[in-house]
Every structure is written in structure tokens, then in C-alpha cells.
């Protein structure tokens, strides 16, 4: 993934890593512009800041003309950044009380950064699956992993094969000869088949009323029909659930690639329950009622 893609907000399919150059333009942009701004006329930062920057300010209408105030007409090289900073984001439009507030400018941009498109998904259904994917009750882990499948990055063979770093794009499940893509290692494998049916009943209850059907969108990316029936919590619940079992398929498929060892299926199963406990008794709490009244707003798969 190129950078400037992973710094993205993770609501739109990024890794919400720090931009340094957003950070520090927009607290540097900001402030200056508000030295400019100072009505004081008995204060030199201000008063030099606008002798520097007097011209360009004037040009974006933020700075009245006073003919009795001497301005340079070119921007030393330090304000020469504030200006192709603006430019950079299109911020020369915006109102002063934007470009005055540092947080309000990177909200502003942060904002506008579209949406990370997901093979076979509306952009409406692709902004659901990067909700899911940073969605706050995950751990870490798996919010990695979610990040990884819906980008379809997870490094299995076929990904691997692509770019030099594997002999074949085969699944190393035994008497599987297909390729291991993400969707066949987490949905068409055998494998993954035999784990999603032994491990039904623990999703089963989750799902939505009326016979909603367990699919890849639903499983893999927590997307589907149905969903914006359940309430934020049910949907937690839910989505936990299956992120415990794509955990086991991936972790189980590590062991026999890395360490040849084979995990049979009942062992899977106790992997899967013993996380969801884990996850149970970590968000819901041990009685089960839960530590927190209300699920983040964020997380409702119901909200646009």
C-alpha cells in the first residue's frame, strides 16, 4: 500500500497513521495567520507577520487593504510554505476561522479524503466495511486483519506468488489444489467450510431475524441484507464472532505453513470459543450484561 493511501483515516480504508506534514503545516498556517490577524498594532511578531505575508493575505481577502501599512510583495521562503500549503489542499477558499484553527483545518482535510473502493461493493457498502473494520471493540489484531482482507493484502500464496515472494499460489491445505486467495483461505476453502459449519452455533444466534443467510460480504467484510435491524450491540456481538473464527482459520493455516503442524478441527473450535470468551468477558464483562451501556455510534451499521 503507498503511504500517502495507509495514512488515511480508518473510516475510509486507511491505517490512520500520523501525517506529520498535515500535523505541523496546520498548526504553522494557522498560527501565523492569526499573528497577521492581531489588531494590535503594538505587537512586532504581528506586525511583522503582516508586513510578510500582508500581499498574499490580501490576494485571499483575509487581510484588509490599509495603504498605510507597508507589505513585501514576495513571500520570504518560510511563508512561501503557508501558501503552497494552502494550495496543496485547496484551503484558499476557506473561511478565517478555519484557517485560523490548526484543528479545524486537519479535520477539514481529513474529511474530504475519499473512500477506499472494495472489489464488489457500492461506495456506501465500502464505507460500511471500513467502519467494521476499525470498529473499537476489535483488538488490534484483528482490526489488522480485517484491514488486510478487505484490501486484499493478507499475505497467503496467491498475494505472495504475485509479487516474487512464493514458489506457487497453491493452498498448502492438503489435497486442496486451488489457489489460496483470500476469499478461498477465510470461505471456499475445506478447511474454512468445515470450520464455519462446526462453529455455527455460535454465530447462528446473532444473525438477523427472517432467515438471513451467512455469505462471504456478511462473514468477511460484515456487510449484507439484514444488518441494519440490529442494534449496535447485537451487531458487536456479531461481529466478534466472526472475527474469532477468520482469526482461527488464519492462525491454524500460520501453523502448518510455518511449522507443519496440523490443527485438527475440534482444537479450532476451542481456539474460536476460548477468544470469544476472551472478548465476552473483556467487552460484555463476566456477567454478560456488559461494561458499557452503549455501543459507539460509529459501529451502528444502521447509521450512513
Not at 513571500?75 to 484553527?101: G, H, W
Not at 470450520?195 to 427472517?210: E, N, R, V
Request: net charge positive; hydrophobic share 40%.
Amino acid at each position: 500500500m503507498k503511504r500517502d493511501i495507509v495514512k488515511k483515516k480508518p473510516e475510509n480504508g486507511g491505517k490512520g497513521l500520523p501525517d506529520p506534514h498535515l500535523f505541523l503545516g496546520s498548526r504553522f498556517t494557522a498560527l501565523h495567520i492569526k499573528y497577521a490577524l492581531t489588531p494590535s498594532e503594538d505587537n512586532k511578531t504581528a506586525a511583522m507577520t503582516r508586513f510578510w505575508m500582508g500581499s498574499y493575505l490580501r490576494t485571499l481577502k483575509i487581510l484588509p487593504v490599509a495603504l498605510k501599512s507597508p507589505v513585501s510583495f514576495n513571500l520570504p521562503k518560510e511563508y512561501s510554505f503557508i501558501k503552497t500549503f494552502l494550495k496543496k489542499y485547496l484551503l484558499e477558499q476557506q473561511d478565517v476561522t478555519i484557517l485560523t484553527n490548526h484543528k479545524h483545518l486537519v479535520s477539514f482535510v481529513q474529511d474530504r479524503e475519499p473512500v477506499s473502493p472494495v472489489p464488489g461493493l457500492t461506495l456506501r457498502e465500502a464505507t460500511q466495511v471500513w467502519r467494521n473494520a476499525a470498529h473499537p471493540a476489535l483488538q488490534n489484531r484483528h482490526k489488522d486483519l480485517s484491514w488486510m482482507v478487505a484490501h486484499e493484502i493478507l499475505p497467503v500464496r496467491a498475494v505472495m506468488h504475485s509479487r516474487g515472494m512464493a514458489k506457487n499460489p497453491i493452498c498448502p491445505r492438503p489435497g486442496c489444489n486451488f489457489p489460496e486467495t483470500v476469499r478461498h483461505l477465510l470461505w471456499e476453502c475445506g478447511a474454512a467450510r468445515d470450520l464455519w459449519a462446526k462453529t455455527g452455533p455460535l454465530y447462528f444466534p446473532c444473525l438477523p431475524a427472517g432467515g438471513a443467510q451467512l455469505g462471504y460480504q456478511l462473514a468477511i467484510l460484515g456487510v449484507g441484507r439484514g444488518l441494519k435491524d440490529l442494534t449496535a450491540q447485537e451487531f458487536t456481538s456479531l461481529w466478534l464472532t466472526l472475527n474469532v473464527i477468520k482469526d482461527a482459520s488464519w492462525a491454524t493455516r500460520n501453523l502448518l505453513v510455518g511449522k507443519r503442524v496440523t490443527v485438527p478441527l475440534h482444537a479450532c473450535e476451542l481456539k474460536v470459543t476460548s477468544m470469544l470468551q476472551g472478548y465476552r468477558t473483556t467487552i460484555f464483562g463476566r456477567g454478560g450484561r456488559g461494561l458499557h451501556g452503549k455501543v459507539p455510534a460509529a459501529t451502528d451499521p444502521g447509521r450512513p
